[in-house]
């Protein structure tokens, strides 16, 4: 659904590469971490997908088109990397004027579950200058769904949130994700608040694309032992996460749910 080959990025003036060499695939569907240390380069791979910004080398392909080639291959996309809201429309009159600005009127019967779902219904008369900051991040959230984007790109959606905050709009994503099948990239820079959301993690370093892995994959300790252990098949036989590769080095499954 979208490839990104050897993607590269230097900011006008710039002495390094803010994004070099990046390549990977998303597939439909997949929820995708991005994940790094601030400056690590995710917010610079996000505009580009957005195409808020050019890449200085490289290709982006969105269902094997070159994503900067062609006008409207945005259309499916949703997006919440900066604040799109107007303070001081109502939050029901922000998503109308939204869909009017991108030529979906069409979607205005999505205002009220979205706004139901991201939990400001009930306050959907007042306007977000004067929200809370949870709310300001779900009143973002609710301008990247009501479109029925089919690929979400997000940054940063959690930061300055609670650690409730962060459970709720977890949920909300989730849930929206898979009832309709939407591909997403979030980014954050802890992998924890992504645990329960993600299929599958990028992780930036320093603008290179550092490693990528599955989630949801036990974490592995290995504990390298001074002595060969003599019967090391008995060790696995009374504790089912401990295997032993050569008597010499113990792999142990550390379980994600000890409290
Ligand atoms: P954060 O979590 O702090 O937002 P990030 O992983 O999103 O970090 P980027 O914002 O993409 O990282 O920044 C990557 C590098 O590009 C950094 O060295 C940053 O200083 C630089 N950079 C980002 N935006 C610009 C810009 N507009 N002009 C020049 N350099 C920039």
Known sequence: MLEVDNLGKRYPGADRMALHDVSFTVDQGQIVGLIGKNGAGKTTMLKILAKAQRPTCGMVRYNRQDLFAHPGMLDDFGIMIAP?????LSAVRNLEFY???????????NI??????????????????GFSFGMKQRMALAIALVADPKFM???EPFVGLDPDGILE?????????????????????????????CDRYLYMENGTLADQ???KQPEVTVIALRRPIDDPGSLSVRFPDVSVSDARAMHVEIASDIP
């Open 112 to 129: 009220r579950p979205v706004l139901e779902l991201v939990e400001l219904w009930d306050n959907r008369d007042r306007k977000p200058a």
């Open 213 to 215: 892995f599955d989630g």
């Open 99 to 109: 869909l009017d600005v991108h030529g979906k009127s069409a979607c205005r019967r």
């Open 153 to 155: 790109l997000l940054d």
């Open 84 to 88: 799109v809201f107007y303070p001081h």
């Open 169 to 197: 709009l977890v949920d909300v994503l989730g849930r929206w994700a898979r009832e309709r099948s939407v591909t997403m990239i979030v980014s954050s820079h802890q992998l924890k608040e992504l645990d329960s959301l």
